[in-house]
């Protein structure tokens, strides 16, 4: 049975780490020592929940934990580092610290080593997440151990929420836009003037009215939408954040 390590210290451990093309050892006092880290482990890089909500997520939110007392996010996975530096490059994980645990010696110390050599995984770790405040456990959040690959508890809405209820979240806001559209460049410019990360969705000629058509019932660029709500295009954006 899978149990929480609350009170105790993280293994002492180094962690055969790839950078720049060169070997380097980053051990467990550099990344714990004196600092207030969030730590969530998963089973593996490039894996389905773990690329599309677990990974993204934490990063998207990283903002909210940093402005609430976190100095960092480390990422913990049975993955070699190669492995690890891939998958940093094909996800959005600027504000995450991609911890390569490719031996599992880490993740065997936090008892969370499990046989997936069913799913020809081999030993990798159960999914988790912790918040540690100088190399101590504060908190554990260990997903049940059901079959399959549960994920109920260990996400970055639980954590963010047992460290600061009140914490605000990020606003998720996207525009679609055209080629050369100086509408669209406008509605980007002034989201960002007023503090939004927007990101933009360029849609080709000959899908972009049937797209665009199909999420807003609209026909021109650009549609914005802010936390799955429709602005609408410049105008409507000019409207809604003069309100």
Known sequence: MLQAKEGQRVPQVS????????????STDELFAGKTVVVFSLPGAFTPTCSST?????????????????????CVSVNDTFVM????????AQHITLLPDGNGLFTEGM?????KSALG???????????????????MFIEPEKEGDPFE??????????????AKRPDQVVVFSKPGCPFCVQAKQLLQD????????????????????????????PQVFIN????????????????
């Open 194 to 221: 007023r503090g939004y990360d927007p990101v933009e969705v360029p849609l080709e000629n000959k899908v972009r009215g049937r797209v665009i058509g199909a999420v807003s019932g609209k026909s021109t660029a």
């Open 54 to 74: 677990h990974l993204p997520r934490y990063n998207e939110l990283a903002p909210a934990f940093f402005a609430n007392g976190v100095d960092s996010i480390v």
């Open 15 to 26: 962690f055969p780490v790839r950078k720049d093309n060169a070997w380097t050892q980053l």
């Open 228 to 243: 799955g709500e429709l602005v609408g295009g410049l105008e409507d954006l000019k409207r809604r954040l003069q309100a």
């Open 85 to 92: 530096n891939e998958w940093a490059k094909d996800q959005e």
């Open 153 to 166: 508890v260990s996400d970055a809405d639980t954590m963010l929420d047992y460290i600061a209820p009140a």
């Open 111 to 115: 008892g969370m080593l499990v046989d």
């Open 121 to 139: 995984f081999g030993k990798r770790s159960w999914r988790y997440s912790m918040l540690v405040k100088d190399g101590v456990v504060q908190k």
